[in-house]
């Protein structure tokens, strides 16, 4: 394995270190991480911590893509050797690990939670809801913020402004939820939001939970666009 290794304070730039590590027909890119931390060199660092595609945080650059590397087995790259490297179109804080900080506010501004005008939290009152109901919005609920939609954008590695895809789904999320109260207007009709999607696909491609980003960003450029023509409208 070649592992992207940078330590502030001591290197200039990330660079590329080797590593041997055996070709187990069951171990995942996170197993040869953790062969390596627990064998070879106890410095290196990254995050994981559930192993079963539901954390989100082992999200790393495997060969040059954005993988889940709980999800992404050695032996879908042969004899090798595997790259890993951090998730593009983040700071690196140290070796694999980036820094989110920016992320997580984006996430925070699409305010990812039920609104309900005039009620004080927290909310006590029972809300049901119909299958159909919750059919419209449960695909986009899927996502576990693991970031490679974001590392996968290219509008998002060019211009770190952009909102991003996970924010925008999670914002739909809420949006189609028949509880919710909010339509987020305000912070996804914005040339750094919706707009700024150029409909490449490649955050759902990306996705591990088929999320299907790029679905909610095109759905609500048609909200967006009829909410202008009739300002009445809603969703």
Not at 8 to 24: H, I, K, N, R, S
Not at 70 to 86: A, H, K, N, S
Not at 176 to 185: P, V
Request: charged residues 25%; hydrophobic residues 35%; negative net charge.
């Amino acid at each position: 394995m070649e592992v992207s290794r940078y330590r502030p304070g001591e290197d200039d730039e990330p660079v590329l270190q080797g590593y041997d590590v055996p070709l187990m027909p069951d171990w995942a890119v996170l197993d040869g991480l953790n062969y390596i931390k627990d064998r070879l060199d106890g410095s290196l660092s990254y995050r994981w911590s559930c192993r079963m595609g539901v954390c989100g945080s082992c999200g790393m650059t495997v060969n040059g893509e954005p993988r889940l590397t709980c999800g992404t087995f050695l032996t879908e790259y042969g004899d090798g050797p595997v790259r890993i490297e951090p998730l593009k179109g983040f700071p690196v804080i140290r070796d694999l690990v980036v820094d989110i900080d920016d992320f997580l506010a984006k996430l925070s501004s699409v305010r990812p939670w039920l609104v309900r005008d005039g009620e004080d939290l927290p909310l006590t009152t029972e809300y049901a809801q119909t299958p159909e109901q919750l059919e419209a919005y449960r695909q986009y609920s899927m996502c576990i913020n693991c970031l490679l939609c974001y590392s996968a954008c290219p509008v998002y590695v060019l211009d770190p402004d952009f909102l991003g895809p996970a924010a925008i789904a999670l914002a739909q999320r809420y949006n189609l939820d028949s509880r919710d109260m909010d339509d987020r207007f305000d912070v996804l009709n914005l040339d750094d939001a919706v707009w700024g999607c150029t409909f490449v696909g490649e955050c759902t491609r990306a996705c591990p939970k088929h999320v299907d980003p790029a679905e909610a960003i095109q759905r609500y450029k048609l909200t967006a666009a009829l909410r202008s023509v009739l300002p009445w409208s809603r969703r």
